[in-house]
């Protein structure tokens, strides 16, 4: 991947739905390398896919929460099954492995409090092997984006 792709990635995440016209436009390029481009960088998995960026308020669930969860024991078994367990709760949009106090962070959006409560009693709990659940619920956001800096 070279400065170009780049530079295409980077316009590409700022709107995804843009003709590859105003794309070579934008990048420099004339429509058909442009677009040979893009999809080498479609081919070979650098672009995974394209999607609508939705404001979760509006779509009906205004509370985000993080959630920090450890592990009691962390051998293959459980690891492997709390992370099977995680990725089918639909209101976690992302899990991530940590370093350090905490083993995950949750990023998980929900309807209320009583839909969080349920998502903590029937979604959480029953996975089971977990020592601690550490919650923050996010009152503003300051910068939210998807755009990868410049390399």
């Known amino acids: 991947m070279d400065s170009k792709d780049r530079q295409i ?3 590409l995440q700022t709107n995804g739905r843009m003709t590859n016209q105003d794309l070579a436009e934008a990048v420099n390029l004339s429509p058909s390398p442009c677009l040979r481009r893009v ?3 479609e ?3 650098v672009i995974q896919g394209y999607s609508a960026d939705v404001d979760a308020r ?3 669930l205004p509370i985000t929460v993080f959630v920090r969860i450890k592990l009691e024991r962390h051998n293959e078994v459980d690891v492997k099954n709390f992370e099977r367990q995680v990725s089918r709760i639909d209101e976690v949009l992302e899990c991530h492995v940590l370093t350090g106090a905490t ?3 949750l990023r998980v959006v929900v309807a209320d409090l009583d839909a ?3 998502f903590i009693r029937n979604r959480i709990h029953p996975i089971g092997g977990i020592a601690s659940i550490d919650t923050s619920f996010v009152y503003g956001t300051v910068k939210r984006t998807s755009v990868f800096p410049p390399l």
Do not use: P
């Open 103 to 105: 083993d995950y962070q």
């Open 58 to 60: 509006a779509y009906g």
């Open 39 to 41: 999809k080498n960088l």
């Open 9 to 11: 990635i980077r316009v």
């Open 43 to 45: 081919t070979s998995g």
């Open 116 to 118: 969080y409560e349920d």
